[in-house]
């Protein structure tokens, strides 16, 4: 039989815990669910370098304008810079190794790799099918400790997947692209009392962080927080913590100190919270047909919460009501 003839694609990179990502023809390095390789390190940018195979065999590695820049050996890269063999990849505080095939053969003897845990969490991941779930789900399945076992993309679809599944967390994005955050939340506390519920928000409202965990949420995390965040709100639910990320722990610290900036009273706080939820996909820009789709309503129920939601906030017309909740979302 031929030997086996290493192509450019059987390289891998291995992470300080021994765990491999094969590189393939291209590969993107950060902190996004959307790149191939997602590191949680927070010295780690959005986007941080691209590995390329090379026309004549082995790869390449280019920063993508990094905050903390990319290193090869510990040296700072300018521009695309060929990488060997058991190189150290530098991404701001991140060690990697690049490995290429007789480097990995080898690793049984050089390297312990961790072994897997005992027991992974199951999560059923409950957002809009708009949201970038795909890179969500790697995002979570990449750790060893979580595994994703259902995505549901509507409050009923979640609820029976909840009641098939039984799920150890609930990831339920409440977002403006959500799906009906409030509703969703009771439900699941009413049909089990012991749900741990971690919430994805889009804006760090005091009065809003402060309807969903007493709601029944355990965690809470912004959508635009890095992705180490979301992991360990998930890690702490699956242990009956509470979690908030930092950047909604600040607010909720200040509201709970009575400051003007944690307390503020500009919010729909008027609203019930199922008019809170319209309000807020309104500002999200859905249209009555969205809206109703996602709470599980008919159109002409819709149509009647904005109604009551223009009087209590004292608005004229859904083109004020719509750019009044625009700004509030942006906050």
């Known amino acids: 039989m031929p030997a086996h003839s290493p192509s450019a694609e059987d390289a891998w990179l291995e992470t300080p815990e021994g765990r491999l990502h094969r590189i393939g023809r291209a590969c993107v390095i950060g902190r996004l669910g959307s790149c191939n390789v997602v590191l949680g390190d927070e010295s780690v940018s959005r986007k941080h370098a691209r590995i390329r195979s090379g026309p004549k065999g082995g790869h390449t590695i280019m920063d993508l304008g990094s905050t903390n820049g990319t290193y090869v050996n510990g040296l700072k890269i300018a521009e695309a810079t060929p990488l060997r063999d058991r190189d150290t990849i530098g991404l701001g505080s991140c060690r990697l190794k690049y490995r290429k095939e007789q480097a990995v053969s080898e690793m049984a003897t050089e390297v312990r790799v961790a072994a897997p845990p ?3 969490h199951r999560v ?3 957002t809009d099918a708009s949201l970038e779930g795909d890179g969500l789900l790697r995002s979570i399945d990449g750790q060893p400790d979580l595994r994703v076992d259902g995505h549901a993309t509507n409050a009923r679809q979640a609820l029976q997947m909840y009641d098939r599944l039984r799920p150890d967390i609930v990831l339920l994005d409440a977002s403006t692209n959500g799906v009906g955050a409030f509703s969703l939340l009771t439900d699941l ?3 089990d009392p012991d749900a741990r519920i971690v919430a994805l928000l889009a804006r760090p409202d005091p009065d809003y962080i402060n309807r969903t965990l007493r709601r029944g949420a355990l965690a809470c995390v912004l959508k ?10 998930l ?6 913590s509470v979690y908030l990320s930092r950047r909604i ?5 200040k509201q709970l100190a009575g400051s003007k900036e944690g307390g503020r009273r500009d919010g729909p706080q008027v609203l019930t919270n199922r008019e809170l939820e319209i309000f807020h996909l309104i500002g999200g820009a859905k249209a009555n047909r969205e809206i109703a789709a996602s ?4 159109v002409k129920t819709v149509e009647t919460h904005k109604e ?3 009087i209590k906030l004292g608005v004229a017309n859904s083109a004020e009501l719509s750019e009044r909740a625009r700004e509030w979302l942006a906050g």
Request: proline letters at 3%; aromatic letters at 2%.
């Open 118 to 120: 005992a027991y992974q």
């Open 124 to 126: 059923l991941v409950a």
């Open 189 to 191: 506390m009413a049909a």
């Open 224 to 233: 635009t927080d890095p992705a180490v965040e979301l992991i360990r709100a």
């Open 235 to 240: 890690q702490s639910a699956a242990a009956g």
């Open 249 to 253: 722990a600040a607010v909720t610290v």
């Open 295 to 298: 709470l599980g309503m008919s």
């Open 308 to 310: 009551n939601i223009k």
